[in-house]
């Protein structure tokens, strides 16, 4: 199996759900899995990886966990992620911020992309109920979000749904 590693930003613990998620479906070691909050030092770290799982929460008007700033001006300076898949996960809040739902995934999928990287895990968003988010693309989300706030009763089976979706792409 490819050599698969976690970058993930979670505040309140919801990202972090799928994270764990992943980890366990993948049996990924602990040493792949980043927290950017506490493990992140550089882009280099990347390169260790030929599959990459990207994870954060969406904030304010459709930002990025504040924990990858940084990381993103970064990589859209410094980085060719050519041959690299990657797959994009995160929560959002559907009713509150509807106007923005997950949209740090779309934010993150264009910095990604625009360096080389091959996007995986896409997800139709028939299941979803949102004003807007820059993660729909061609009518499906550009990853994996939950809505723990609105609709926590959907989390287990759309992880369980991304993680067959994502399993399919990496045998392919």
């Not at 924990?67 to 990657?86: H, Q, T, Y």
Request: charge should be negative.
């Amino acid at each position: 199996m490819a050599n698969i590693g976690i970058f993930y930003a979670s505040a309140g613990g919801n990202t972090k759900i799928i994270t764990d998620a992943l980890v366990e479906a993948f049996d990924i070691d602990e040493e792949s899995v980043i927290s950017m909050e506490d493990d992140y030092d550089d882009i280099e770290q990347f390169d260790d990886f030929d599959v990459l799982f990207i994870g954060s929460s969406t904030w304010g008007q459709g930002d990025t966990h504040f924990e990858w700033v940084d990381p993103m001006l970064e990589i859209a300076e410094d980085a060719d992620f050519s041959g690299k898949k990657v797959a994009f996960f995160g929560a959002g809040d559907s009713k509150k911020h509807g106007e923005h739902f997950c949209s740090a995934l779309g934010k993150l999928y264009k910095t990604f992309t625009k360096v080389g990287a091959t996007p995986i895990g896409f997800v139709d968003k028939e299941d979803y109920s949102y004003e807007f988010s820059l993660a729909e693309m061609d009518g499906k989300l550009c990853g994996l979000g939950i809505d723990e706030h609105n609709e926590a009763d959907k989390t287990q089976a759309r992880i369980e749904n991304w993680i067959t979706v994502l399993k399919d792409a990496l045998e392919a």
